[in-house]
């Protein structure tokens, strides 16, 4: 197994022996005098995993584990059996203060019709904060936020819904990529577009009824999953079982 390289150790406090040991330039590892606390342990290898969880049986007698991830669903069962979970969710207006604090330091102009829309994308990807600012990202040209709240996708979920009902799914797939720019690649979007459009169209109640509860099932794992087309593409195959 690969040895890692400890780039740097920094000691955090004069006066107990709690140290910041930084490997390959990120700081994975806290260690203290009875604690090690690993951030991003969703982030390891398997390998780095289980590695993990072969220290944690070796010294847990006498070491107490804090392991900190993003995503509970990427840490193998051996470690996640072993440990207690405690889902922190940080309040929104913390998260809000935050972001205004990251805008400003990169000199984003916010301009006040756009602010309503600022506030919305937080709300959308709460409480994934990388989301909230990997969406301001795409929504920031020249060091101005915009989002065109006009744009209308009503053509697009039109064909989705087209697609789906008419069995012909695997082809919508490719129409989507190739119409992406449209819809700004707002998979998530696009999905409750779809569930508005469901909701009003022809299908019998009892298909509304599955067709709904398919799709929130599917934005509700969009915050999870990292390719957001295929989780959308996936949403539309089951839609098509349907």
């Known amino acids: 197994m690969e040895t890692l390289k400890i780039k740097k150790i920094r000691k955090l406090n004069s006066k107990r022996k709690v140290y910041d040991l930084s490997v390959d330039e990120t700081h994975n590892f806290f260690i203290g005098e009875r604690g090690i606390l690993t951030s991003n342990c969703d982030g390891l290898t398997i390998d780095g995993q289980r590695a993990l969880r072969n220290t944690m049986e070796e010294y847990s007698s006498m ?55 600022f506030v919305n994308i937080i709300k959308q990807s709460y409480p994934d904060i990388r989301k909230v600012i990997n969406s301001i990202q795409k929504s920031t040209i020249n060091g101005k936020f915009t989002i065109d709240i006009t744009l209308d996708n009503s053509d697009i979920v039109s064909k989705i819904h087209e697609y789906v009902t008419g069995k012909n799914v695997l082809k919508l797939r490719k129409y989507l990529i190739d119409n992406e720019s449209e819809f700004q690649g707002d998979y998530h979007n696009l999905m409750k577009q779809y569930l508005n459009h469901v909701y009003t169209s022809s299908l019998d109640d009892n298909k509304k009824r599955q067709y709904i509860v398919t799709i929130s099932d599917h934005m509700y794992k969009d915050v999870f999953i990292l390719d957001k087309e295929i989780n959308a593409f996936a949403c539309w195959v089951n839609l098509e079982k349907i």
């Open 63 to 117: 070491t107490r584990f804090i392991l900190t991830a993003n995503y509970k669903h990427k840490i193998i069962p051996a470690i996640q059996s072993r440990t207690q979970f405690f889902d922190l969710v940080p309040p929104f207006d913390d998260v809000v203060k935050r972001i205004v604090n990251i805008v400003k330091q990169e000199g984003i102009k916010i301009e006040a019709d756009q602010k309503p829309n």
